[in-house]
Nanobody
Framework: QVQLVESGGGLVQAGGSLRVSCAAS????????MGWFRQAPGKEREFVAA????????RYASFVKGRFTISRDNAKNTAYLQMDSLKPEDTAVYYC????????????????WGQGTQVTVSA
């Protein structure tokens, strides 16, 4: 079992930065690939980024490539999503998720989810 808790969301102006964190419970965090998804009002939850358990394989959705950076610290049981050059269309609830599989892009292939953290980008 893994419990995930996101933090670090908030309100930021367009062009600004935020870093959201995902703290995991349990001693097996380093076994899981971690993903970030987001869901805007009235839209489906969509893949943002994912990182392999070892940190040596990373994937991004095309719409965040070059602006967002995913990372993890297995010693701290924490995954991060650094978001730079934020746009109003990045406004959403951001969720972290864990899977024992390799990097996955589909919501249904993740085993554990956090409760989400709101990120709002003003124009």
């Amino acid at each position: 079992q893994v419990q995930l808790v996101e933090s670090g969301g908030g309100l930021v102006q367009a062009g600004g930065s935020l870093r959201v964190s995902c703290a995991a419970s349990g001693r097996t965090f380093s076994m899981y690939a971690m993903g970030w998804f987001r869901q805007a009002p009235g839209k489906e939850r969509e893949f943002v980024a994912a990182i392999k358990w070892s940190g040596d394989s990373i994937r991004y959705a095309s719409f965040v490539k070059g602006r967002f950076t995913i990372s993890r610290d297995n010693a701290k049981n924490t995954a991060y999503l650094q978001m730079d050059s934020l746009k109003p269309e990045d406004t959403a609830v951001y969720y972290c998720a864990a899977t024992l599989s390799n990097i996955r892009y589909v919501r249904g292939e993740y085993d554990y989810w956090g409760q989400g953290t709101q990120v709002t980008v003003s124009a």
